[in-house]
């Protein structure tokens, strides 16, 4: 099973992050992957004909896509853009989660977004997660979030990572080997960590990458490209790929 992932498009009417987003699909066209994952903050700036433009570019593919909202997105305008079919009908708080299953893996998608902010937040919406962990008998899960879960070491981005991990990080260990892996987005950086024991990792961005920055006197330069990833799972063994889109 191949899974793509692709995180922060940030499409605005005046950069080009939408035709890097084009890119992006038309190298994964040489894949073919499964499934698309698209970890949030699709647009910036309120764009809202963005969400058309990419709904449009997304229905030209052969492959099911999921979608996660970030904290540069509006779920209201989401929703009309995409049928409520794509996110979880038994949710009764508005939040955009998704549940995809397959014969070999399950991929959950976890709405972290606090309106009105930026950092993300957990508090009072995992009930659904622990539920399917305890009902899916011994298939593995896939977790997938906008905001990262582990500290990047980027401070103004950890300021703004997501909260309230506590209750995640005690569901994860309850199951021991159901989580498979989480994959997350936010930084624009291409990170790999660990949480609660679980591989993890950070989506590069198809916009701009944020520079790796550790409170040092002097920043450095970026000069990473377009990004996504990909997630292969074939016989019970997860890797997991980062791309750059030249």
């Known amino acids: 099973m191949l899974i793509a992932q692709i995180s922060d498009i940030h499409a605005a009417t005046d950069n ?9 699909l038309q190298w994964l066209s040489q894949l073919s992957p499964d499934v698309l994952v698209l970890t949030g903050d699709l647009i910036d700036e309120t764009w809202h004909e963005g ?14 896509t999921l979608l996660l909202p970030g ?15 794509y996110w979880l009908a038994d949710e009764p708080s508005a939040l955009l989660h998704f549940r995809y299953s397959t014969e070999s893996l399950d ?3 976890i ?7 930026v950092h993300g937040r957990l508090q ?27 500290p990047s070491g980027i401070p103004t981005l950890d300021e703004t990572m997501c909260r309230d991990r506590a209750e995640l990080e005690r569901i994860v260990m309850k199951y021991p080997g159901r989580v498979l892996a989480i994959a997350t987005g936010h930084v624009h950086r291409p990170v790999a960590g660990t949480f609660a024991g679980v591989p993890t990792s950070i989506c590069g961005a198809i916009c701009s990458a944020n520079p790796l920055w550790f409170e040092a006197p002097i920043i450095p330069s970026v000069g990473e490209p377009p990004m996504l990833m990909v997630h292969r799972y074939v016989n019970g063994c997860l890797s997991s790929h980062h791309v750059a889109i030249r």
């Open 16 to 24: 080009h992050f939408l035709d890097d987003f084009e890119r992006a």
């Open 124 to 150: 009072g919406r995992l009930a659904w997660v622990e539920e399917h962990l305890m009902q899916s008998g011994t298939k593995p899960s896939m977790l997938f979030l906008h905001h990262h879960l582990f």
């Open 107 to 109: 991929l959950l998608g």
């Open 111 to 117: 709405d972290s977004t606090v309106s009105g902010h």
């Open 51 to 64: 969400y058309k433009k990419i709904a449009g570019l997304l229905n030209d593919q052969p492959y099911p």
């Open 71 to 85: 904290n540069s997105d509006d779920p209201v305008l989401m929703r009309k853009t995409w049928s409520d079919t």
